[in-house]
C-alpha cells in the first residue's frame, strides 16, 4: 500500500507478526469458546462477570470499528470505483461529491447485505474471498516462478496464444 511504499517495506511486520498471533490465537481459544457455545468475546465476558461488562466492550468494539475501520474501507472502496467507473463523470457531479456518493452506496449495500443476510452471509462471502486470493496467490507465485526459469512472463506466454502474430489488437 502507499504506507509501504513511504516508509518500506517494515510495514509488513504488522501484517505478518499479526498473522501469526492470529493463528495461535485461533489455535488456543477457538477450542475452548467452542466447548463453552461461545461465538463473541462480549458473550464471555458475560459469562465471566456480567451483562453491563458485555454490554460495555460490545459498544466500545463498535464504536472503535466505526471510528477507525468503516471510514477507511468506504474511503478506499469509493476511490476505487470511482477511479475504474468514473462515477463522478457518469452522475456529473465533482469528484468530491462522487466520492461521497460511492461511499454511501457501498455502506447502504453493505449494510442491507450484513443486516438481511446475517453472518452467514458475510462468512461465506470472506470465504468465497479467502479461496480467490489463495488462487490467485498461486497464479502469481507461478508466474513469477516461470519467469525467473525461463525468462518469459506468463503474461506474455498467454498473450501469444491470445494473439498470434498475424493477428492486430
Known amino acids: 500500500n502507499g504506507s509501504s511504499y513511504k516508509n518500506g517495506l517494515i510495514i509488513i511486520a504488522w501484517e505478518v507478526t499479526s498473522a501469526i498471533a492470529l493463528v495461535a490465537a485461533a489455535i488456543y481459544f477457538v477450542p475452548r ?38 471510514p477507511i474501507v468506504l474511503y478506499t472502496g469509493a476511490i476505487n470505483l470511482e477511479s475504474i467507473f468514473n462515477v463522478s463523470e457518469i452522475l456529473g457531479v465533482s469528484q468530491n461529491k462522487g466520492l461521497w456518493i460511492t461511499v454511501v452506496i457501498i455502506g447502504v449495500i453493505g449494510s442491507i447485505y450484513a443486516i438481511f443476510g446475517g453472518l452467514k452471509a458475510v462468512a461465506i462471502s470472506d470465504t468465497i474471498n479467502g479461496y480467490g486470493l489463495l488462487i490467485f496467490f498461486y497464479l502469481s507465485m507461478k508466474s513469477i516462478i516461470y519467469f525467473f526459469l525461463i525468462g518469459i512472463p506468463l503474461l506474455h506466454f498467454a498473450h501469444a496464444f491470445c494473439f498470434p502474430p498475424d493477428q492486430k489488437q
Open 33 to 70: 469458546y467452542l466447548k463453552m457455545g461461545l461465538t463473541t468475546i462480549p458473550e464471555f465476558l458475560e459469562k465471566r462477570f456480567d451483562k453491563t461488562t458485555r454490554l460495555i466492550v460490545a459498544f466500545f468494539l463498535i464504536v472503535s470499528f466505526v471510528i477507525t475501520l468503516l
